[in-house]
T-cell receptor, first 116, second 113 residues
Framework: NAGVMQNPRHLVRRRGQEARLRCSPM?????VYWYRQLPEEGLKFMVY????????ESGMPKERFSAEFPKEGPSILRIQQVVRGDSAAYFC??????????????FGSGTQLSVL | GESVGLHLPTLSVQEGDNSIINCAYS??????FIWYKQESGKGPQFIID?????DKRQGQRVTVLLNKTVKHLSLQIAATQPGDSAVYFC????????????FGTGTRLTIIP
């Protein structure tokens, strides 16, 4: 029973390039969450998606960032025209259904994005 | 804005001793709290959670205490082991669901052999 899978583990991009981060939720999970973590800080909520729907993107910057969770395939967090401030660890979590009380989030190992 | 904060950024404990990690929260409407453990290079791992209608909950070697009066949360780890060395985060999710966890900055726990 594989956990939440994220790839790549490490991604290096030059300023102005695009970054694509992928997340495959746990088997049977239909809800995906993306969080960002800066060094020595806690995780910050970015976006919450169900299959083919964005439920809450209030934590995601309005420009350059987008997320999707298609009917087939992994969830994708896309960052266009990356800047050095985008360098961070990006974590994905999944849950089986709409955030029920006591329903725990399972996190992946993250993608470390470094922008040169 | 609302925040979840920790009192101490680092904590060193002798192996076998008990450790206590503290957390203060500011959102008085919060009703669900979680402790996560994060090892280097890994994602957060769920440890234990507690609802606001409780003031104590115990797991295996871990206990979470909630004091709603002073908006304080603590994680007690008994008989610490080297594998307990990690960064520990408290998080709260407001009134319902798990969509937006608000994490504290974290406390780095080091177990001294």
């Amino acid at each position: 029973n594989a956990g939440v899978m994220q790839n790549p583990r490490h991604l290096v991009r030059r300023r102005g390039q695009e970054a694509r981060l992928r997340c495959s939720p746990m088997k049977g999970h239909s809800h995906v969450y993306w969080y960002r973590q800066l060094p020595e800080e806690g995780l910050k909520f970015m976006v919450y998606l169900q299959k083919e729907n964005i439920i809450d993107e209030s934590g995601m910057p309005k420009e350059r960032f987008s997320a999707e969770f298609p009917k087939e395939g992994p969830s994708i967090l896309r960052i266009q025209q990356v800047v050095r401030g985008d360098s961070a660890a990006y974590f994905c979590a999944s849950s089986p259904s709409l955030g029920m009380v006591n329903e725990k989030l399972f996190f992946g190992s993250g993608t470390q994005l470094s922008v040169l | 804005g609302e925040s979840v904060g920790l009192h101490l950024p680092t904590l060193s404990v002798q192996e076998g001793d008990n450790s206590i990690i503290n957390c203060a929260y500011s959102n008085s409407a919060s009703d669900y709290f979680i402790w996560y453990k994060q090892e280097s290079g890994k994602g957060p791992q769920f440890i234990i959670d507690i609802r606001s209608n409780m003031d104590k909950r115990q797991g295996q070697r871990v206990t979470v205490l909630l004091n709603k009066t002073v908006k304080h949360l603590s994680l007690q780890i008994a008989a610490t082991q080297p594998g307990d060395s990690a960064v520990y985060f408290c998080a709260e999710n407001g009134n319902f669901g798990n969509e937006k966890l608000t994490f504290g900055t974290g406390t780095r726990l080091t177990i001294i052999p």
